[in-house]
């Protein structure tokens, strides 16, 4: 049998319809359909039932999920140690407030240290990146920390750091002076379209004072909110990341951290691919960079969390 058959039987179950899958795996429906029958010819047996939104697994489906994963996996880590595929793959995703003082560094190290490993970095917003990552296309991704994470995924706290408010060099922002939440009722922002974590909690927290996020306009580029901060147009808010140690910005905008309000970052892991080599030294040069940077002191006012951190997404900002 044909390996990329269970494959292809994988990605209908995960996504629930043949057209989303052929999509995904870049194959036409028909195409698809005929994998799909073929492979439901050599088990004998129906695998899924069409509904109105796409197909459902059947009896004999369901089984042979829950038994082809843990094969394919054995199947994965024999051909890596046989050497066809040594070298490995690693896709990650990472939030485009990191590319600075951790993208920027990782990339290079890893293809230093590990020439052998074919790389996919995908920068994108958080919730850009859960989707692509529970769709089985990452094998890392750094997002906003989730206390409950899908079946099939983990959780590791990495950074706890500010988020800042962030405006034009004229607004007088110093980043040893943080700024108090009632600051940001007078001013108007550009920030990224919903669904975005730090728009959300800080909406809620000044919903519950009463008062609402005056938003210009919506923009998901956050280098793009940035430069518009940096003009006058509109303030925003940003991880610290986005700015700390970036001499570009810190030399042509202000900034203050928002008195009580944080980030709260983890790796999330696609435990299908824990079994990879390459996967296992992406993390491991994650968590020895982020060490590295916090140690540094570049990263202001960012916290090193260990494994037994608890929280959920929505505690992001707390008021002191």
Not at 237 to 263: D, F, H, K, Q
Request: charged share 25%; aromatic share 6%.
């Amino acid at each position: 049998m044909d390996s990329r058959l269970i494959e292809y039987f994988l990605r209908v179950a995960e996504l629930g319809s043949i057209n989303k899958a052929a999509t995904d795996l870049r194959l036409s429906q028909p195409a698809l359909s005929r994998h799909i029958a073929l492979l439901e010819h050599q088990v004998r047996a129906k695998l899924f039932t069409r509904t109105q939104g796409g197909v459902m697994l059947t009896d004999a489906g369901t089984l042979l999920l829950e038994r082809a994963r843990p094969i394919l996996r054995q199947l994965t880590k024999l051909v890596e140690q046989v050497g066809d595929r040594a070298a490995g793959q690693l896709s990650i995703g990472i939030a485009p407030s990191w590319r600075y003082l951790f993208t920027s560094k990782y990339v290079p190290r890893l293809v230093a240290e590990y020439p052998g490993v074919s790389l996919r970095v995908h920068e994108g917003a958080s919730h850009e990146l859960r989707e692509v990552m529970h769709s089985g296309m990452l094998d890392l991704a750094i997002v906003p920390f989730e206390g409950s994470p899908p079946q099939g995924y983990v959780h590791t706290p990495l950074i706890r750091e500010p988020l800042i408010l962030v405006g034009q060099k004229e607004a007088g922002l110093q980043p040893d002076k943080p700024v108090a939440l009632s600051r940001l009722e007078d001013l108007q922002f550009a920030l990224p379209g919903k669904p975005n974590v730090i728009r959300t909690t800080i909406e809620n927290a000044l919903s519950r004072r009463g008062h609402d996020l005056r938003t210009l306009f919506e923009i998901d580029a956050m280098h793009l909110s940035m430069e518009l901060a940096r003009q006058g147009v509109a303030d925003t808010i940003t991880p610290c990341c986005a700015v700390s140690g970036n001499p570009y910005w810190e030399e042509s905008l202000s900034w203050s951290p928002i008195r009580g309000a944080y980030m709260t970052w983890a790796l999330c892991e696609n435990t299908a691919r824990s079994h990879s080599q390459a996967v296992r030294e992406g993390q491991r040069l994650i968590f020895q960079l982020v060490d590295e940077i916090v140690s540094s002191g570049i990263w202001l006012g960012a916290e090193r969390l260990k494994k037994t951190y608890e929280t959920s997404a929505d505690e992001v900002l707390e008021e002191t």
